[in-house]
């Protein structure tokens, strides 16, 4: 059964740094599109970065650039998500996302994409 699991959320003071990680068990999504959304309690679900299947092209919610950079593992099926310079509005469920358009991903709040882990929460403290 293809999964996707996240890991690496947790407390982080303001400033400080977390990394996202994400696994494809089964090995499936190394020619997937990857990427991270978020959804904070009473929000909207957010795209935050995305990854084409290659690595090659990456892209940003206009909120994390310059602080969050995404990045996949040499066997293409893990997905990392650096994050510097966290603040308190970044504190959210966030979520690991694959799909084979990576246009799915990047556009729009996650309507059209196919595979989602179960979400890690992170916390900024201020």
């Known amino acids: 059964q293809v999964q996707l699991v996240e890991s690496g959320g947790g407390l982080v003071q303001a400033g400080g740094s977390l990394r996202l990680s994400c696994a494809d068990s089964?090995?499936?999504?190394?020619?997937?599109?990857m990427g991270w959304f978020r959804q904070a309690p009473g929000k909207e679900r957010e795209f935050v970065a995305g990854i084409d299947w290659s690595g090659g092209s990456t892209e940003y919610a206009d909120s994390v650039k310059g602080r969050f950079t995404i990045s996949r593992g040499s066997a293409k099926s893990t997905v990392y998500l650096q994050m510097n310079s966290l603040k308190p509005e970044d504190t959210a469920n966030y979520y690991c996302?694959?799909?084979?358009?990576?246009?799915?991903?990047?556009?729009?709040?996650?309507?059209?994409?196919?595979?989602w882990g179960q979400g890690t929460q992170v916390t900024v403290s201020s």
């Open positions: 089964g090995r499936t999504f190394s020619v997937y599109a």
């Open positions: 996302a694959a799909d084979n358009a990576f246009a799915h991903i990047t556009r729009g709040s996650g309507g059209r994409v196919d595979y």
